[in-house]
C-alpha cells in the first residue's frame, strides 16, 4: 500500500535559518506529491505540489522537487520566519479504486524563534 | 477563490448520542473526503465518496459510520453512537481529476 514517511519533529530554528524536512514516500503506482501546512488551530492548507518526476513545486521561499530514484520530497526553505510555525504533512495521492485517496505522513512540527 | 466550507466547527455531544458533521465541497470537484486528526496526532483517513457512492474507506469507518451526499451541494459524516474517542478534528475534502485535496477548516467534535 502507499505510505509516507517524515522526519520526526519538532523541528527548532532560529529566524533567517535554513529549513529541511525530509519526507520519503512508497506508492504502487505513480503518485502526485503534496506538503500541507497547518497553522496552530486551523485546518490543512495545500502549500505545494508536484506531479511527475523532476517537478518542482514552490510557494511561499518554500521548494520540493520530486525524486523518483529516491522516492523522496523533501521540503527546504532557505531563510524561515516566526510566521512559518507550523505542523507541515508530506502527502501522496495515487488513483485506488475510483478515486484519488491523499495518503499523509505523521506530520513535522516546526517553531521558529525570533 | 472557492473553498470548503465545514460547519459546525466545534461540536460537544455526550457519549452515545448521534451527531452529522456537515461540509460544502468546492462545487465542481467530483471526489468528497473526511478524514480525522485526533489531537497532536496524524491526518487519518476515513472515507472517499465519487459518484454518489462510497469509493474507498479504511479499517475505522466502520458501521458506526456513514457518508451521504444529500443534494448537490452537502457532503455529511453521521457518527451513530459516538464514543469518547470519537473525539477529535474532523476534516472535509473534495478534488477534482487532478488529485489536489482542498480541506475544510475542520469541526472539531467532543464526546463527553
Known amino acids: 500500500g502507499n505510505s509516507v514517511t517524515q522526519m520526526e519533529g519538532p523541528v527548532t530554528l532560529s529566524e533567517e535559518a535554513f529549513l529541511t524536512i525530509n519526507c520519503t514516500y512508497t506508492?504502487?503506482?505513480?503518485?502526485?506529491l503534496f506538503w500541507y501546512v497547518q497553522y496552530p488551530g486551523e485546518g490543512l492548507q495545500l502549500l505545494l505540489k508536484?506531479?511527475?518526476?523532476?517537478d518542482k513545486g514552490s510557494n511561499k521561499g518554500f521548494e520540493a522537487t520530486y525524486r523518483k530514484e529516491t522516492t523522496s520530497f523533501h521540503l527546504e526553505k532557505g531563510s524561515v520566519q516566526v510566521s512559518d510555525s507550523a505542523v507541515y504533512f508530506c502527502?501522496?495521492?495515487?488513483?485506488?479504486?475510483?478515486?484519488?485517496?491523499?495518503?499523509f505522513g505523521r506530520g513535522t512540527s516546526l517553531i521558529v524563534h525570533p | 477563490e472557492p473553498e470548503v466550507t465545514q460547519t459546525p466547527s466545534h461540536q460537544v455531544t455526550q457519549m452515545g448520542q448521534e451527531v452529522i458533521l456537515r461540509c460544502v465541497p468546492i462545487?465542481?470537484?467530483?471526489?468528497f473526503y473526511w478524514y480525522r486528526q485526533i489531537l497532536g496526532q496524524k491526518v487519518e483517513f476515513l472515507v472517499s465518496f465519487y459518484n454518489n457512492e462510497i469509493s474507498e474507506k479504511s479499517e475505522i469507518f466502520d458501521d458506526q459510520f456513514s457518508v451521504e451526499r444529500p443534494d448537490g451541494s452537502n457532503f455529511t459524516l453521521k457518527i451513530r453512537s459516538t464514543k469518547l474517542e470519537d473525539s477529535a478534528m474532523y476534516f472535509c475534502a473534495s478534488s477534482d481529476e487532478r488529485a489536489e485535496a482542498f480541506f475544510g477548516q475542520g469541526t472539531r467534535l467532543t464526546v463527553v
Open positions: 508536484a506531479t511527475k518526476a523532476d
Open positions: 462545487s465542481n470537484h467530483l471526489y
Open positions: 506508492a504502487t503506482g505513480y503518485p502526485s
Open positions: 502527502a501522496l495521492s495515487d488513483r485506488t479504486g475510483g478515486s484519488y485517496i491523499p495518503t
